[in-house]
């Protein structure tokens, strides 16, 4: 028996701005070499603009969907490479704007490369303005982008009309300076026009979450249930099911889903769409879109290859343009690293960990979730403390999980395995001997993530420890242990300073993680979603 949870969109405060970033110098030097236009006289100027506004239909399209195929958001090993990535981030009225901490960049005047077709130029110069304006810390104007990219006025004027057409952005109320001129308009992000869906399954519920380009939830459904050792063909069409009405909610308030974004709480293929494995759900091998059966269409064109993007008819109907599955674990990362960007105004590097009935964790370098090659990094769950130890759900023996998981917290602790944190913590407070078990349950707890956390610090240098799920209520408890084990077995212990927080994301991050990551599909492309009649004559 389910109980289900919708939440009240209206009554919602915002998600607040998506803070994935950290693109290498590197990879954003290419990005203003490709992208800023030359203004170094007015005739190169004029040739610019009219060689941009003379770019063909034909040619525009191959720049929006490569072979005309939709594209989506990037593989999650890559979250938040690109510098749009970062750049979700809300500079709406009603949100809090910007991300504190950015590294500035000035405005630079470099040449044109040789040889570089204006559209490419054209779509090049697209990206850059959707980046600033997502990841400035105050909404900016048209001449503020001019002066931050090196565009001209004209430029940016048409890039922005191109970006409000395809409602990436709105003006605000114009802004009166005392110098003389127009007055500016600054640009935010749109509410409520385009709009990311995220959808979780795991032990003991189920969710979805849309959000805006603001971070704004606009609509969100939680259903309770237990799915341990449950049937993938029973259980996914029930999540399509959810995700389905959670966007017709969405699209009731005049919001369209990009994508759609599945988390799963174990390893996805490194396409994916494939569930490899999920031991405490007790799934293995799973074709998740096929598994969701009727409740997702599957259209091809003739030649077998998903359809054109077409702005009437999403190729997956409410579902958006591409439907994909992550590491549930690698989504909650990302929707806490904006949260605490947020919060410090400063990009932040940690360890995630949070705990269902297993444990799921992420490394986070500059605000950029670390997933590695092929998205499986981060595993802390599986770092075996004590070989030869109680035997895992994947199988080994020893592992953090078999110490520290909300399953084994529970048994240890002598409590029903449908018991909450907060009732273990209730626990802990009586003077009898159930209070006792439980203490040492969380004691024991704690020294198993001291040592699996130490051996992650002394390997990639992050002394910021998040914990999250079942870990978040009780940080207090374990917080003394964690810190003690860390001490004595990090390497650099003397010369640093060791920080175990909880993070405040709430029921179900990883669904607001997973939308964010639908919406990159924007931000790293707007051309994709610019009306053709938008294009150039």
Not at 136 to 153: C, Q
Not at 190 to 210: C, H, I, P, Q, Y
Request: glycine share 12%.
């Amino acid at each position: 028996m389910t109980e289900s949870r919708p939440g009240d969109a209206d009554a919602q405060q915002s998600a607040g701005p998506a803070s994935e970033s950290g693109r290498g110098a590197g990879a954003r030097a290419a990005d203003q070499d490709a992208a800023r236009t030359t203004d170094q006289d007015a005739g190169q100027d004029a040739g610019q603009d009219a060689g941009q506004d003379a770019a063909p239909d034909a040619a525009r399209g191959e720049a929006r969907a490569a072979g005309g195929r939709v594209v989506g958001p990037d593989p999650i090993a890559r979250l938040g490479r690109r510098g749009a990535g970062r750049g979700l981030n809300g500079g709406g009225d009603d949100v809090q704007p910007g991300l504190g901490g950015r590294r500035e960049r000035p405005a630079q005047r470099r040449p044109q490369r040789p040889g570089a077709r204006q559209e490419t130029l054209r779509e090049s110069n697209l990206l850059l303005i959707t980046e600033e304006i997502f990841s400035a810390a105050e909404p900016l104007s048209r001449a503020d982008l001019s002066t931050r990219t090196g565009m001209t006025r004209s430029t940016v004027s048409r890039l922005v009309d191109d970006l409000l057409a395809a409602g990436i952005v709105r003006e605000g109320s114009p802004i009166v300076g005392g110098s003389r001129g127009r007055p500016a308009v600054p640009l935010h992000p749109a509410r409520s026009t385009l709009a990311g869906l995220g959808v979780e399954v795991n032990v003991d519920f189920m969710a979805a979450r849309v959000l805006d380009l603001t971070g704004a939830i606009l609509a969100e459904e939680v259903v309770e249930g237990d799915f341990r050792d449950s049937e993938p063909t029973s259980v996914l069409p029930q999540l399509g099911a959810l995700a389905s009405r959670v966007a017709r909610r969405a699209g009731d308030r005049g919001a369209r889903v990009v994508g759609t974004v599945l988390a799963m709480p174990g390893l996805v293929s490194a396409g994916a769409d494939h569930l490899l494995l999920a031991p405490n759900l007790g799934w293995r091998d799973v074709d998740v879109p096929e598994a969701l059966g009727e409740v997702l269409p599957r259209p091809v064109d003739d030649a077998g290859l998903p359809p054109v993007l077409n702005r009437e008819e999403p190729v997956y109907g409410e579902f958006g343009d591409f439907v994909v599955t992550a590491n549930e674990a690698k989504l909650a990362a990302l929707a806490v690293a904006q949260d605490l960007t947020r919060q410090d105004e400063v990009e932040q590097s940690f360890l995630y960990v949070s705990a269902q009935m297993g444990i799921g964790a992420a490394v986070v370098i500059d605000g950029v979730v670390d997933a590695g090659p092929r998205g499986w990094a981060g595993e802390v769950g599986h770092i075996a403390v004590q070989p030869g130890g109680p035997l895992c759900g994947c199988g080994a023996t020893g592992c953090l999980e078999a110490f520290a998981g909300k399953r084994a917290l529970l048994k240890e602790a002598g409590l029903d395995l449908r018991s909450t944190a907060e009732e273990l913590v209730a626990i802990t407070e009586w003077d009898d001997e159930s209070g006792a078990r439980a203490r040492a349950a969380i004691d024991r707890a704690g020294w198993a993530l001291g040592v699996a956390l130490a051996g992650a610090v002394n390997m990639l240098d992050v002394d910021d420890i998040v914990l999250g799920g079942d870990f978040g209520p009780l940080a207090d408890l374990l917080r003394p242990r964690i810190e003690e084990e860390l001490r004595q077995r990090v390497l650099a212990a003397p010369w640093s300073s060791f920080r175990v927080r909880e993070t405040g994301t709430g029921l179900a991050p990883a669904t607001t993680g997973g939308a964010l990551r639908a919406l990159r599909a924007v931000v790293d492309a707007p051309m994709q979603w610019v009306p053709a009649e938008q294009s150039p004559a």
